[in-house]
């Protein structure tokens, strides 16, 4: 199940990446319009259901509209915000071009200015998390009210047209580390806005935000530092804790090392790195284990597999049922990567099913079950912390967790769904070259449910307000000592 969410990966920490400028050259209307007709004919043919979310009607006639709006040379990163805004109609989260916001990463490296709102939505609140202003007017903790007169629940609903998601908790969850992007997307390059926020005193206050680089968004964070959590998700970290309590983060499911578009999915260094762990947890009599699965990107179910066998006690596998659609888009990107790597088993697998039927077709394809490891096994309690920002696989991992009963799990639920669109591959558009990403298959979760919802915690802890400590954590903490006295072990 290789269904990583990339689109973070040049969001988080964005601004302080220097990445390599985009070409800039124009297209011409008619090509530009050729490369539209070219995006919706191959989503149509490879995404697994384009019109799950949205009807055919309702996709064409959109479609359309956009292509009849261009009536000159266009710019590749127009073209592309336009491209992302037509594949992002379906609201599927695992289909997107990431391309008009490498571009505009870009163009920041380059000296290019950006509305600086940083936020983050809690409920029907946005909440600035970084001051945005010299002056000091609009600081972190300030809610944020209007932008150019108009409430910021409908420029929320505004830059979800560019944001591809099944829903508006992930859409909005992803706005948080994208916002300026965004409202770039929608105004183009602009002096400034007009902000309203509510400080944290209650007392509103209005005025005008000009655009910065980012040299000045550095000076403003020098000036008015926020509390920040020093954490990196993205490593893998195990610990024993107070309490004798296990601590596992095992990172993103996946290598960082890859293949152009395509992540590395070689096991064996997290397989080292987590067979170590459950060795030492087991060796140090651990009762309970943490497993942080928070802003997780997700990644491969052969690396989250790995780790759930060490403390499965029955047989398992990700999903109640996994079907595929094949296409041509699919055979050629399969036989790309198996020209580019030595391909394992599963790839092997997966590309003769393909091979196998003819394009349009959807066809289950079997997933073995995933057995308990023999011998050394961990049998301690299993608690997953998740959050909003838990996606694709680490959202599937601690569903498969819930749904098996393998542990219980803590935090928020996530802005990702395990029963979903997934699996995803790409292909070229011919005139720019961008890449589409597309779902190939439909995953439904272990318990079967179909529902369009999140992994939804066992116990919920809230989302603190930005804090240089890990509250989260402590909280976990406490409820697991809680739990341990009422059924020690």
């Excluded at 709102?117 to 409920?123: E, K, N, P, S």
């Excluded at 409430?151 to 948080?176: C, D, F, I, K, N």
């Excluded at 007009?194 to 000036?223: H, K, N, W, Y």
């Excluded at 439909?442 to 919920?460: C, L, S």
């Amino acid at each position: 199940m290789r269904t990583v969410i990339v689109l973070l990966a040049c969001l988080v920490g964005w601004m302080e990446v220097a990445v390599a400028a985009p070409a800039s050259d124009a297209l011409s209307a008619s090509a530009a319009r050729a490369e539209i007709r070219a995006l919706y004919s191959g989503l149509r043919s490879a995404h697994y259901d384009l019109f799950a979310q949205t009807t055919e009607a309702e996709y064409s006639a959109f479609v359309a509209r956009e292509a009849d709006a261009i009536h000159g040379p266009v710019s590749r990163q127009d073209l592309a915000i336009t491209l992302q805004k037509i594949t992002a109609f379906g609201h599927v989260g695992h289909a997107r071009l990431d391309a008009p916001t490498h571009n505009a990463v870009a163009a920041f490296a380059q000296g290019a200015r950006f509305i600086p709102l940083f936020i983050r939505v809690d409920g029907d609140k946005v909440i600035l998390v970084e001051t945005a202003d010299r002056q000091g007017r609009f600081q972190a903790g300030s809610e944020l009210i209007a932008l150019n007169g108009q409430p910021v629940g409908q420029w929320l609903e505004r830059l979800s047209r560019y944001v591809s998601a099944e829903r508006a908790y992930m859409a909005h969850t992803l706005m948080e580390q994208s916002f300026p992007i965004l409202l770039g997307f929608e105004l183009g390059d602009v002096e400034g806005v007009t902000v309203r926020v509510r400080d944290q005193q209650g007392e509103p206050i209005t005025g005008e935000l000009r655009a910065i680089t980012l040299a000045e968004r550095a000076a403003i964070r020098a000036s008015y530092p926020a509390p920040a959590l020093a954490v990196n998700f993205s490593s893998r970290s195990f610990q024993i804790l107070p309490d004798r309590i296990g601590y596992l983060r095992p990172g993103p499911f996946m290598e960082a090392s890859g293949t152009g578009a395509d992540p590395n999915y070689d096991v064996s260094a997290f397989a080292t790195f987590v067979d170590d762990a459950f060795q030492q947890a087991i060796g140090a009599g651990i009762p309970d284990l943490i497993i942080d699965l928070r802003n997780n990107p997700g990644g491969d179910n052969s690396f989250s597999d790995h780790m759930v066998a060490w403390f499965a006690d029955r047989p398992f596998r990700f999903a109640s049922s996994f079907t595929l659609r094949a296409s041509a888009q699919s055979k050629a990107w399969y036989q790309r990567r198996q020209a580019q790597v030595q391909a394992d088993d599963t790839l092997r697998a997966l590309a003769d099913a393909e091979a196998a039927q003819a394009n349009g077709t959807r066809y289950a394809y079997p997933l073995p079950w995933v057995e308990p490891r023999q011998g050394q096994r961990y049998s301690g309690r299993v608690h997953v912390l998740v959050n909003r920002h838990s996606y694709s696989n680490a959202a599937s991992t601690a569903a498969m967790i819930q749904d098996y009963g393998f542990g219980r799990i803590l935090g928020e639920e996530t802005a990702d769904v395990p029963t979903t669109y997934a699996s995803v591959l790409n292909f070229e558009l011919p005139e720019t070259g961008f890449l589409v990403t597309y779902p190939k298959s439909r995953i439904v979760r272990p318990n079967g449910d179909e529902t369009v919802r999140g992994v939804v915690p066992d116990i919920a802890i809230d989302r603190p307000r930005p804090d240089a400590r890990d509250v989260v954590l402590d909280r976990a903490l406490s409820l697991v000592l809680q739990d341990r006295d009422r059924s020690p072990r």
